[in-house]
C-alpha cells in the first residue's frame, strides 16, 4: 500500500474539538475533518465543492504519533466589538462585505474567547487515500509539496516551521507504515527511544495496551456541520527498525 508520510511541526497547533461558547478546545490528535481541510487547501478546493470535500474526506484513512510530546496553553483575549472600526462591515478574502449578526450584544459587546493549542510538539502522520478516484495519492503528494494556498495545522496562526511531507512509503497499512517511519530528529530535545502516544484506525485492531475511543470528527461540509461519530484506537508505539 503507498503511504505518505507527514510530519507536523510548529510553534503553535490546535486540533480543534467541539466549541462550548467561547472556549475552543482542541482533540490530542487531528481529525478527519481537520484533515480533509489542509489537503482540500493544497489541492485548491473552495467551500462550495461540497461533493469534492465529502468525497476526499471519506477516502482519508490515517495514523497519527507524538514523537516530541507538546505542552497545552490557553490564549485569552478579548475584543471591543463596540469600536467605531468594528461597527462597519469587515471586508474577507473572498472580497465581499461580513456583516455581524445577532443582538446589541453580538453586535457590539465586549467577547471573551478562550484558544487551546498544543505547543513545541512535533507530530508524524501516515496517511493514504482509499479507493481509485481523483484525486489519487500522487495527485495529493505533488499537491503537498507545492500547495494552491498556504497551509496551516488548526487555525490560520498554526504555520509549520518546514514542509510536512516526509516522503512516500510502502507498507502494510498506515499503523505498520508509522512503526517503521523514522522518528524526527530529537538530539537537541534529549529525546530518547520510549514509546509514544498514537492513534489508529479501528479496523487495523489493536496493539497490546491499547484503548478504544469514539471520535466526532466527521465534517457536513454542504451544512457547516460535524456529523456522526467513528471508532479509533489510542496507544503507545515503537519504531520497528528493520
Same mark, same amino acid.
Given at each position: 500500500?503507498?503511504?505518505?508520510?507527514?510530519?507536523?511541526?510548529?510553534?503553535?497547533?490546535?486540533?480543534?474539538?467541539?466549541?462550548? *461558547?467561547?472556549?475552543?478546545?482542541?482533540?490530542?490528535?487531528?481529525?478527519?475533518?481537520?484533515?480533509?481541510?489542509?489537503?482540500?487547501?493544497?489541492?485548491?478546493?473552495?467551500?462550495?465543492?461540497?461533493?469534492?470535500?465529502?468525497?476526499?474526506? *471519506?477516502?482519508?484513512?490515517?495514523?497519527?504519533?507524538? *514523537?516530541?510530546?507538546?505542552?497545552?496553553?490557553?490564549?485569552?483575549?478579548?475584543?471591543?466589538?463596540?469600536?467605531?472600526?468594528?461597527?462597519?462591515?469587515?471586508?474577507?478574502?473572498?472580497?465581499?462585505?461580513?456583516?455581524?449578526?445577532?443582538?446589541?450584544?453580538?453586535?457590539?459587546?465586549?467577547?471573551?474567547?478562550?484558544?487551546?493549542?498544543?505547543?513545541?510538539?512535533?507530530?508524524?502522520?501516515?496517511?493514504?487515500?482509499?479507493?481509485?478516484?481523483?484525486?489519487?495519492?500522487?495527485?495529493?503528494?505533488?499537491?503537498?509539496?507545492?500547495? %494552491?494556498?498556504?497551509?496551516?495545522?488548526?487555525?490560520? %496562526?498554526?504555520?509549520?516551521?518546514?514542509?510536512?511531507?516526509?516522503?512516500?512509503? *510502502?507498507?502494510?497499512?498506515?499503523?505498520?507504515?508509522?512503526?517503521?517511519?523514522?522518528?524526527?530528529?530529537?538530539?537537541?530535545?534529549?529525546?530518547?527511544?520510549?514509546?509514544?502516544?498514537?492513534?489508529?484506525?479501528?479496523?487495523?485492531?489493536?496493539?497490546?495496551?491499547?484503548?478504544?475511543?469514539?471520535?466526532?470528527?466527521?465534517?457536513?461540509?454542504?451544512?457547516?456541520?460535524?456529523?456522526?461519530?467513528?471508532?479509533?484506537?489510542?496507544?503507545?508505539?515503537?519504531?520497528?527498525?528493520?
Amino acid at each position: 500500500m503507498d503511504i505518505l508520510l507527514l510530519r507536523f511541526d510548529a510553534p503553535l497547533m490546535s486540533f480543534g474539538g467541539v466549541m462550548i *461558547d467561547q472556549h475552543g478546545p482542541i482533540e490530542r490528535f487531528p481529525g478527519l475533518s481537520l484533515l480533509t481541510g489542509l489537503f482540500a487547501n493544497a489541492l485548491g478546493y473552495r467551500h462550495e465543492n461540497t461533493e469534492q470535500l465529502e468525497k476526499l474526506q *471519506d477516502r482519508i484513512e490515517y495514523a497519527a504519533r507524538w *514523537d516530541v510530546e507538546p505542552e497545552r496553553i490557553v490564549d485569552y483575549h478579548t475584543v471591543d466589538l463596540g469600536q467605531p472600526k468594528m461597527r462597519e462591515p469587515g471586508w474577507t478574502t473572498r472580497g465581499e462585505p461580513e456583516h455581524r449578526a445577532g443582538g446589541p450584544g453580538a453586535k457590539f459587546g465586549t467577547h471573551q474567547r478562550y484558544r487551546h493549542y498544543w505547543v513545541n510538539g512535533v507530530m508524524s502522520v501516515a496517511v493514504t487515500l482509499i479507493g481509485n478516484e481523483e484525486p489519487d495519492l500522487t495527485a495529493l503528494e505533488t499537491a503537498l509539496r507545492c500547495p %494552491t494556498r498556504p497551509l496551516f495545522l488548526g487555525r490560520k %496562526t498554526c504555520l509549520p516551521a518546514g514542509p510536512l511531507l516526509v516522503g512516500r512509503l *510502502d507498507s502494510k497499512d498506515v499503523l505498520a507504515a508509522l512503526q517503521q517511519a523514522g522518528r524526527a530528529s530529537l538530539k537537541d530535545r534529549g529525546i530518547s527511544g520510549e514509546a509514544m502516544e498514537a492513534c489508529w484506525p479501528f479496523r487495523l485492531g489493536p496493539l497490546p495496551g491499547a484503548r478504544l475511543e469514539s471520535v466526532y470528527d466527521r465534517r457536513d461540509w454542504g451544512n457547516q456541520l460535524h456529523k456522526g461519530s467513528r471508532a479509533r484506537f489510542i496507544g503507545w508505539i515503537r519504531e520497528v527498525i528493520e
